[in-house]
T-cell receptor, first 115, second 112 residues
Framework: NAGVMQNPRHLVRRRGQEARLRCSPM?????VYWYRQLPEEGLKFMVY????????ESGMPKERFSAEFPKEGPSILRIQQVVRGDSAAYFC?????????????FGSGTQLSVL | SQQGEEDPQALSIQEGENATMNCSYK?????LQWYRQNSGRGLVHLIL?????REKHSGRLRVTLDTSKKSSSLLITASRAADTASYFC????????????FGKGTHLIIQP
């Protein structure tokens, strides 16, 4: 049973380009969380999605960031017009049920570097 | 808002010794979890303790929770070089939609 899969592992973008980060949750999990981690920091919640629904995006910057979790395919975190401050590790986690997740299963993350 | 803070930020001990990490939080919780992160990897769930529990064991791990002090500790006994990692506490405050709130972590180094 494959775990949470994220790709790419490393992504390099120049300022102004778009970054697309993908996450496939564990089999049977329909709830996806995205977190961002800056160096020497803990994880900061960004967004929580179910299939075709954004449940909570209170941690997402108001501009340039968007997320989706379509009926078919992986969840996508999209960052438009990237800036150097977007450089971070982005982690996706999944759980099998809503709220009080009890336990999150994490992917290995995507390290985004903005030049 | 809920925020977790681990103490110490970094800890270096000899192999075989015990390692203790502490976590403090601000608001009431449903449960508190500890995760481990190896360098460049995702987080791995270690143990969960509910708000009505005071102590929990799992192998060489022992977690305590003091809700009156809003604090938790993680003890790793008989440490091994493979325990070298960052350890994070994560609070589930209920309401559910925003998942877990993580602290900044304790970086543990086990010297052989």
């Amino acid at each position: 049973n494959a775990g949470v899969m994220q790709n790419p592992r490393h992504l390099v973008r120049r300022r102004g380009q778009e970054a697309r980060l993908r996450c496939s949750p564990m089999k049977g999990h329909s709830h996806v969380y995205w977190y961002r981690q800056l160096p020497e920091e803990g994880l900061k919640f960004m967004v929580y999605l179910q299939k075709e629904n954004i449940i909570d995006e209170s941690g997402m910057p108001k501009e340039r960031f968007s997320a989706e979790f379509p009926k078919e395919g992986p969840s996508i975190l999209r960052i438009q017009q990237v800036v150097r401050g977007d450089s971070a590790a982005y982690f996706c986690a999944s759980s099998p049920r809503w709220g009080n997740p009890e336990k999150l299963f994490f992917g290995s993350g995507t390290q985004l570097s903005v030049l | 808002s809920q925020q977790g803070e681990e103490d110490p930020q970094a800890l270096s001990i000899q192999e075989g010794e015990n390692a203790t990490m502490n976590c403090s939080y601000k608001t009431s919780i449903n449960n508190l979890q500890w995760y481990r992160q190896n360098s460049g990897r995702g987080l791995v769930h270690l143990i969960l303790i509910r708000s009505n529990e005071r102590e929990k064991h799992s192998g060489r791990l022992r977690v305590t929770l003091d809700t009156s002090k809003k604090s938790s500790s993680l003890l790793i006994t008989a440490s091994r070089a493979a325990d070298t990692a960052s350890y994070f506490c994560a609070m589930d405050s209920g309401g559910g939609a925003d998942g877990l709130t993580f602290g900044k972590g304790t970086h543990l180094i086990i010297q052989p």
